[in-house]
């Protein structure tokens, strides 16, 4: 048996006191970088004793000094170390953890993994295993959803692994088409298709893509939006049919289905349309039963002000942070406290939101030279603290930024009173961010907020991929 405590925490910033009868008393951080970091500091201030795991490229990681404990848990490869489920359940266990912490990325949405850890005993810090596999295969996902009344992007009703198969659907669908991969995500397994005499390489192609990256083929066929707004809605469940839906965050700045800039409230959503795509992920999120933080993602048409279910991911994003500074709110602590049996914060489901957020996700990549990685030393790190500036990140000068993982090394989140607002400081901190020797996406940034369709709201989720010429954009004076 494990040691077991019940956690009594006093009223804090983040709007809710955490009591329950369930028992977190030590939880294993399944990750790295930034999000271990965070979850380890959270956790601290509430209570909980953690356990942080490395890799061998990352025995000097902050996230490690702000843990209770380390334990190293193989080579830098991550299917060595942060994708290997059963090096973590086995540690869990030997350190005498009760929860086990995913984070995003690695094992976050990986049902498999959430169901090892309730067959040893561990909570999953999350939402239940079936919750994560019905979700996570687009063409189930997209069927619950319909049968919830949230509207869906036309498309086929299953998924496919042949050619011919699949193609008979595509008169019901129409072109131009997405072939999606019915598992992951991030683009892989995905291609457009404009007409009828591309669909089999491009269905042979995705399926590839697909199998190599997810372990699973299948596609499944949607109508394709040409010009259409990412927008999302950060949701927490109780697992008991209750939810609440924050406003909503704007991602269509991005680069080959990799945000960029996230931002909220979204510039081309009003308050009818907000009302409208926060009932809708309410919805879902009760419709199932959720537990825990999810995202719902929807298309939004500005056009014709039509919006349509995507995706659930089911697990706390990267850009929550934008959440949490208009709604003063933890969102990590919510997570705890939801994992731990505490519902408090169900009780008052009108959040009120203040100001503008922008985040913007700086990795270290060349983006004047084809966007390609640049590890190395992290020779300069100064930032500048202000009002309304907030930097989440485990980067520090003198680190060696690895090349085995995601380039994402830190989150700069800005608030204003509006967008005008939160954009003067973006371009104040932006200028005055001092990096060296590596390449960052810093300077993408500064020039981004400055163009035109940015500012006029002209943009769209292939914005950067198709109206864009970044050489030119650099070279403009």
């Not at 809605?233 to 839906?245: L, P, S, T």
């Not at 009780?347 to 990549?365: F, K, L, Q, T």
């Amino acid at each position: 048996m494990f040691r077991m405590l019940i956690l009594r925490i006093h009223l804090d910033d983040s709007g809710f006191e955490m009591h329950s009868d369930t028992h977190i008393s030590r939880v294993l951080i399944a990750n790295r970088g930034e999000i271990a970091l965070r979850a380890a500091k959270v956790c601290r201030r509430i209570g909980i004793r953690t356990v942080a795991v490395y890799s061998k490229a990352d025995c000097a990681s902050p996230h490690l000094w702000a843990a209770d404990d380390s334990v190293c848990i193989g080579a830098a490869p991550a299917t060595q170390s942060y994708l290997s489920a059963s090096t973590l359940i086995h540690v869990a266990l030997k350190m005498n953890c009760d929860a086990i912490y995913p984070g995003y990325g690695f094992l976050a949405e990986n049902a498999e993994f959430a169901q090892l850890c309730h067959d040893n005993g561990l909570k999953f810090v999350g939402p239940s295993a079936e919750h994560i596999r019905t979700m996570g295969d687009k063409s189930k996902a997209r069927e619950v959803v319909k049968n919830l009344g949230v509207p869906v992007v036309p498309g086929s009703d299953g998924a496919y692994t042949d050619h011919k198969e699949a193609a008979a659907q595509t008169e019901s669908v129409g072109y131009p088409m997405l072939i999606k991969a019915r598992s992951g995500g991030g683009g892989r397994g995905m291609r457009i298709v404009d007409d009828p005499s591309q669909f089999a390489d491009c269905f042979s192609q995705a399926h590839r893509e697909a199998e190599a990256a997810f372990g699973d083929g299948a596609l499944y066929l949607e109508r394709f939006f040409k010009a259409v707004r990412h927008i999302e809605v950060q949701v927490f469940g109780d697992g008991q049919g209750r939810a609440i839906a924050f406003d909503e965050r704007d991602c269509s700045v991005q680069r080959r289905h990799q945000k960029l800039i996230e931002e909220s409230p979204s510039p081309v959503v009003d308050a009818p349309l907000r009302d409208k795509l926060k009932a809708a992920a309410i919805r879902l999120t009760e419709g199932i039963n959720y537990e825990g933080a999810g995202t719902i993602e929807f298309i939004l048409d500005p056009e014709t002000r039509e919006f349509f279910f995507i995706e659930m991911n089911t697990r706390i994003q990267v850009e929550h942070t934008v959440t949490e500074m208009r709604v003063n709110r933890d969102l990590i602590k919510m997570q705890f406290a939801i994992a731990a049996g505490d519902f408090t914060s169900f009780e008052d489901s009108e959040v009120p939101a203040e100001g503008h957020a922008i985040e913007y996700r700086i990795n270290v990549e060349d983006w004047k030279n084809g966007f390609i990685p640049s590890p190395g030393a992290l020779k300069t790190w100064r930032f500048p603290k202000a009002e309304g500036v907030r930097l989440d990140t485990a980067a520090y000068k003198g680190q060696n930024i690895s090349p085995f993982y995601d380039s994402m090394i830190a989150k700069l989140i800005v608030l204003g009173k509006t967008r005008d607002d939160a954009l003067a400081k973006s371009r104040d901190v932006l200028d005055n961010f001092e990096v060296g020797g590596v390449e960052t996406t810093i300077g993408l940034h500064r020039l981004l907020i400055d163009h035109d369709d940015f500012l006029s709201d002209r943009i769209h989720t292939r914005w950067i991929d198709e109206d864009m010429d970044i050489q030119a954009l650099e070279a403009k004076p």
